[in-house]
C-alpha cells in the first residue's frame, strides 16, 4: 500500500472506532483485528503503519471527535510528513479543504478531566495517562525463574519492585515463544502484579477472587501461594471467567476453581462461604481511567452515568466481599482508576460505615498513599494507574 493509501484506510478504520464507541460497539483493538482479516492486501508493515495512525489519533483527540478524518487532520498539524499525504492520489485521501477544521485536541472530555484532577492529578500526570505502555510479564515462579526467563527473552530488564516481573524492550507479541506455550510466564502490567502481590496471599490460604475476569490476578495469587490452598474465583461474564481453566493448566495452577455468578445473586450463590475466607480480593469493574494507554478509546465510552454505576456496582461488591471474610481476614479492594470516587472514597465510605474493619498500611517500593490505600500512576510510576488499599476484620 503507498504511504496515502495507508491513511486512507486509517481513516476509515477510525470511523468505525468513533461509531462503535458512540453505540457501545466493539472495542478498538477487536474492530482493527475484524478489518485487518477482511483485507488481505494490507501486509504487516501496513497494518503496523495504520494501527499506529489509528491509535495515535486516538490519543490525540480528549474529546469524540466528529469525524475519522477531523481527527487525521489534527495529527496532521503536527506532522507535516502525514500532511503531505492528503494529495488526492489514487486510494488516497482528498486534500484537505480550507473550511475543514481539525478535532480539538485534549486528553479527555472534560467532566473527566475535572474529575481527574480533583482527584490530584496534575496535568502532567493526566497527559502521561495516554502514553504508549510498556511490555511487562510476570515470570511464573511455580515452574521457573526470573534468571532463567530473562536469559531466553531478550532485551528483558527485572521491575524491581515486584518479585517476579520483567520489563521488555519491545512490543512485539510474545505469546508466539515457547517459553509462554509453556505456561512460564504470563502477560500482565508492573501495577498489576503489584497490587496482586500486596494482597498478601500465602500458602495454604482459602482466597475468593470475587471479580476474576480472565484469571490474570487469580493466577498472580496462586503464585504467591506457591500453589498450595485454593483460589474460588468468580465473576459474571462467562466468557472472560471460561479462559481462567486454560490459562490456569498451562500455568501449572492447580487450586483455582471457577464460580460464575449472577448479577445481584452474588451473596445467596455465595453463601457456603459466609465468614469463611482468609482473603478476598475485589478487582472491581471500574473506569479503567488508569489503562488508557492501553484502551485509549475508552474515555470516549466513559458517561458520568456510567461512572455512577461503577461506583454502586464497587460500593454493593465491598458488601458482599466483606460478608465471605472471616474474622481474622482480610479484604483486597483494587481499581485500575485513578478516580477517588472508585478508590479512596469507597474506602472510607465502606470504613465509615464498618466499625469491625480497620484499614491496614499498604507499602512497596513504588505508589503514593492516597486516603487508605496507595495509588500507582504512569507518570510517577511507569505502571497502569491502580488503587489499591487493605482491610481487616476484627471480629
Ligand atoms: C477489572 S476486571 C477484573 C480483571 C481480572 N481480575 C484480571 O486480573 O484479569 C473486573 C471484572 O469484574 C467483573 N464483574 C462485574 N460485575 C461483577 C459482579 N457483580 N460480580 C462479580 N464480578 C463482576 C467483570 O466481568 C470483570 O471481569
Redesign the pocket.
Known amino acids: 500500500m503507498t504511504p496515502a493509501a495507508r491513511l486512507q484506510l486509517a481513516i476509515e478504520l477510525l470511523d468505525e472506532v468513533l461509531t462503535a464507541a458512540r453505540t457501545r460497539g466493539p472495542a478498538a483493538d477487536v474492530l482493527l483485528a475484524r478489518a485487518f482479516a477482511a483485507r488481505r492486501f494490507a501486509g504487516s508493515k501496513d497494518r503496523r503503519a495504520i494501527r499506529g495512525l489509528v491509535y495515535d489519533a486516538i490519543r490525540l483527540c480528549g474529546e469524540l471527535p466528529e469525524s475519522g478524518r477531523a481527527a487525521m487532520i489534527a495529527l496532521a498539524a503536527a506532522r507535516p510528513d502525514l500532511a503531505a499525504l492528503f494529495d488526492g492520489s489514487q486510494y488516497g485521501p482528498p486534500p484537505i479543504g480550507e473550511a475543514e477544521r481539525p478535532a480539538p485536541i485534549g486528553v479527555a472530555p472534560a467532566w473527566l478531566v475535572q474529575a481527574l484532577e480533583a482527584s490530584g492529578l496534575d496535568s502532567t500526570e493526566c497527559k502521561a495517562l495516554l502514553d504508549r505502555a510498556p511490555l511487562d510479564i510476570r515470570v511464573n515462579l511455580l515452574k521457573t525463574t526470573v534468571e532463567a526467563v530473562a536469559a531466553e527473552i531478550q532485551g528483558a530488564t527485572p521491575l524491581a519492585f515486584v518479585p517476579a516481573g520483567l520489563r521488555l524492550d519491545t512490543d512485539a507479541p510474545v505469546e508466539g515463544t515457547p517459553a509462554y506455550a509453556d505456561g512460564r510466564f504470563e502477560v500482565q502490567d508492573g501495577g498489576?502484579q503489584l497490587v496482586s502481590h500486596l494482597a498478601g496471599a500465602k500458602r495454604g490460604m482459602a482466597v475468593i477472587?470475587?471479580?476474576?475476569?480472565?484469571?490474570?490476578?487469580t493466577l498472580a495469587l496462586a503464585a504467591s501461594m506457591h500453589g498450595q490452598g485454593s483460589v474460588l474465583a468468580?465473576?459474571?461474564?462467562r466468557p472472560?471467567l471460561s479462559r481462567l481453566a486454560p490459562r490456569a493448566a498451562r500455568a501449572g495452577v492447580t487450586i483455582a476453581t471457577t464460580k460464575l455468578?449472577n448479577?445481584g445473586q452474588?451473596q445467596a450463590m455465595l453463601e457456603d462461604w459466609r465468614a469463611r475466607a482468609d482473603l478476598v480480593v475485589i478487582?472491581?469493574?471500574?473506569s479503567g481511567t488508569g489503562t488508557w494507554r492501553r484502551n485509549p478509546e475508552a474515555r470516549w465510552r466513559l458517561t458520568p452515568q456510567l461512572l455512577d454505576h461503577y461506583v454502586a456496582?464497587q460500593a454493593r461488591?465491598m458488601e458482599v466481599g466483606a460478608g465471605l471474610v472471616r474474622p481474622g481476614g482480610a479484604l483486597v479492594y483494587i481499581t485500575?482508576s485513578l478516580l477517588d470516587a472508585e478508590g479512596a472514597g469507597q474506602v472510607d465510605r465502606f470504613l465509615a460505615a464498618h466499625g469491625e474493619w480497620n484499614a491496614l498500611p499498604v507499602a512497596a517500593a513504588i505508589g503514593t498513599p492516597r486516603g487508605k490505600g496507595l495509588r500507582l500512576t504512569p507518570h510517577r510510576d511507569s505502571t497502569d494507574g491502580f488503587f489499591v488499599a487493605k482491610m481487616v476484620r476484627q471480629c
Open positions: 498489576s477472587d470475587l471479580c476474576a475476569g480472565g484469571g490474570g490476578k468468580c465473576d459474571i461474564d472472560r455468578l448479577p452474588e478487582d472491581a469493574p471500574c456496582t461488591l485500575c
